[in-house]
């Protein structure tokens, strides 16, 4: 028996054989051609059939985790439909003379290098996609299958694994996976969190591991390869235990998110689409804490229209059926890159021009959502939430911006909730320690987590490399949280939290002792959350 410590993205426990999932890619080889017309319609038939696949690839992951972390396999779309890539390798075919594997190889790996040498982690994070569609289609030209899939409930092993890769396995024959290489924040660990599949990163993968018996502890980061009889047993009770909390926690669906001395917690979900209220519904989310409006923005080739806007609120706001949907004005800048805003480079984008910051900038922008909201709730309980902030003058400024919108739409006759709440994001360290003065301007907080542990802690949390020292207890992170809750309160407005701490655990009960009103959380988190919540209380 042997022990290997990683890092966990994903908890739970698994006992099952290893099966060592290869990525067998063949050289691609150059050939010189002479019909070049020929070559360019290979290449036409290969695009469109890896189109076809990303295509299906995006319908089942909208089933399976939603339609925030689907969007991916669609910038793989965009990606494979855009000019860069097309043009490029149909020059190299017409210039070069050469057969179309060798050019989508070759421009695969320059957009893959261009993007890599970028300094934004936002665009170096593309150069694994551009490796992902040039190698789509290959495999499209070659009529080959780069990979070997499980046919049996197995723990999967691999160097990495592509978004694409997971969420075409079939989920019933995943009992966990464990990687070499990886991050938290990847979209495959996003993805293992979103199946509640146990999984592991940063293991030294070995293939002679390949049908051997194993345990993977994703609560402890452990990866256990023959293990011996008496630890053996012990998983499989906890396995057994593992089953049956997860039947306990479907009896809490309907149940009231209350604490032990009786204090009532709003327990709301967090989305990134029309697409995810199907999974806030399913979960039992008693509304939804944040939706994350920019994906609008990023689906979209220009900026979306009010129209556009406003259908998309608006269904929301009927699907949930009076429960409370806060929306998050957009949140674009930093790791969300959209061309038609024409941002600038920026040496440090997570401290620069980004989310509320271009609003006030760019008040056209900001108007023309604000009127879509405003609009759309007429038709449901919506509110608004403002990300980003930094200071009362924002605030105020954004006031002004917002009754300016509502004395438009009442000279418009177009009917709105005039009594809508409107509060903002606690996400950066000034917010938090001025969060007295804020309180008095605003109707609720929410605290943006991931922000705020970043902006607290210095560290950047899409760099892999800093994650031991990105330490989301830092007893600095929860001081702040606690602060801000207390000065909500003697303000008279409540304090959440909607970020990733808000579904660990671990802090629930701290939480509660803090005062937190509202916790939202991915909604596939919301049940154990439910169940946290109501065996804490509020005092010590």
Known sequence: MVEYKGKTIAKGVAVGRIFFYSKEKGQVRRRSVNDISAEKQRFESAKSEALRQLGEIYEKALKEVGEENAAIFEVHQMFLEGDEFNESVISIIETEKVNAEYAVAKTGDNLADMFASMDDDYFKARAADMKDISERVINALTGSESTNAPTEPVILIAEDLAPSETVQMDKANLLSFVTRLGSSNSHTAILARNMDIPAIIGIDIDKAWHGKQAIVDGNKGLLITDPDPDTLADYEIKLKKQAEEKELLKALKGKEDVTLDGKHIKLYANIGGVGDVADVLKNDAKGIGLFRSEFLYLESEDF????????????????????????????????????????????????????????????????????????????????????????????????????????????????????????IMIETPAAAIISDKLARLVDFFSIGTNDLTQYTLAVDRQNAKLEAIADTHHEAVLRLIELVCKNAHAAGIWAGICGELGSDTSLTQRFMEMGVDELSVSASRILPVRQKIRSSKTKP
């Open 304 to 423: 979306p229209t009010e129209e556009q806007q406003f259908e998309a609120y608006k269904k929301v706001a009927q699907l949930m059926a009076g429960k409370k949907v806060i929306i998050r004005t957009l949140d674009i800048g930093a790791d969300k890159q959209v061309d038609y805003f024409g941002l600038e480079k920026e040496d440090n984008p997570a401290l620069g021009y980004r989310a509320i910051r271009i609003c006030l900038d760019r008040p056209e922008i900001f108007r023309t959502q604000l009127r879509a909201l405003l609009r759309a709730s007429a038709f449901g309980n919506i509110a608004i939430m403002y990300p980003m902030i930094i200071s009362e003058a924002e605030v105020i400024k954004i006031k002004e911006i917002s009754a300016s919108v509502k004395e438009e739409l009442k000279s418009e006759k177009i009917p709105f909730n005039e009594s809508i709440e409107e509060g």
